[in-house]
C-alpha cells in the first residue's frame, strides 16, 4: 500500500477522520473529542459544531448498537467492523458510515429510510413528534428515532445504500450532510 498515495486521497476529499474497525464505547468517545477538537481549531461557528457533533453522536451511536455482527455466522469471513468518515467541503460537511447488516433488515430500514427522505422538513418534525411519543422500542432497544431526528436537525436527505455480501449480509451505507 502506498501510504502517501492513500494521505493524497484523503486530502483532495477534505478527510478529517477515519476510523475502519470495531467500534467501542471508547471509541465513540476518543472520535467526539477528535472532532471537537479540529472543528475549534477550525474555529467553526458554535451553531455548526453543535449541530455537526449531535449528528455524530446519533451517527455513532447507530453504528455502536445497531450494526450486526457478521463474525457470529458460521464460516464467517468477515469481522464484525464498521467504517466512519468526516470530511469538510465548503460550508458543509459530510459524515459517511458503513456497516453489515443481515439482509433480513434491510426492506425494513429502506422503507423507513426512503418515508424520512419522501418528507418535507415540516412533516419530518412532525414525524419525530409522533415516533417520540408513541413509546414503541425497537427490538435492539431505540424507539426508531435516530435517522428522524438527523434529517429533522439537517434538513437534507439521507443518502444511502446497501450492497449485497452474501446470502446474509448486505453492507449499509449513509452519508449525511451537515450544513451551517
Known amino acids: 500500500m502506498d501510504i502517501h498515495d492513500f494521505y493524497d486521497k484523503m486530502d483532495?476529499?477534505?478527510?478529517?477522520?477515519s476510523f475502519k474497525g470495531d467500534i467501542t464505547a471508547e471509541l465513540l468517545t476518543s472520535i467526539l473529542q477528535i472532532i471537537e477538537s479540529k472543528m475549534d481549531n477550525m474555529q467553526e461557528e458554535p451553531k455548526l459544531r453543535k449541530k455537526v457533533y449531535?449528528?455524530?453522536v446519533e451517527l455513532l451511536q447507530n453504528l455502536y448498537h445497531h450494526m450486526d455482527d457478521?463474525?457470529?455466522?458460521?464460516n464467517a469471513e468477515m469481522a464484525r467492523t464498521a467504517i466512519?468518515?468526516?470530511?469538510k467541503e465548503n460550508s458543509h460537511y459530510n459524515v459517511i458510515t458503513g456497516n453489515y447488516i443481515k439482509n433480513?433488515?434491510?426492506p425494513n430500514l429502506k422503507k423507513k429510510m426512503d418515508e424520512i427522505?419522501?418528507?418535507?422538513p415540516e412533516e419530518v418534525k412532525e414525524h419525530y413528534k409522533r415516533t417520540l411519543n408513541n413509546g414503541q422500542m425497537s427490538e435492539k432497544g431505540g424507539g426508531g428515532l435516530g435517522m428522524i431526528d438527523i434529517a429533522r436537525r439537517t434538513g437534507k436527505p439521507l443518502f444511502y445504500d446497501f450492497v449485497p455480501i452474501n446470502d446474509n449480509f448486505s453492507f449499509f451505507t449513509l452519508n449525511v450532510v451537515i450544513e451551517q
Open 12 to 17: 483532495r476529499n477534505n478527510i478529517l477522520l
Open 117 to 120: 427522505n419522501s418528507l418535507t
Open 54 to 56: 449531535i449528528v455524530l
Open 84 to 87: 466512519f468518515m468526516i470530511g
Open 70 to 74: 457478521p463474525s457470529l455466522e458460521a
Open 104 to 106: 433480513d433488515r434491510v
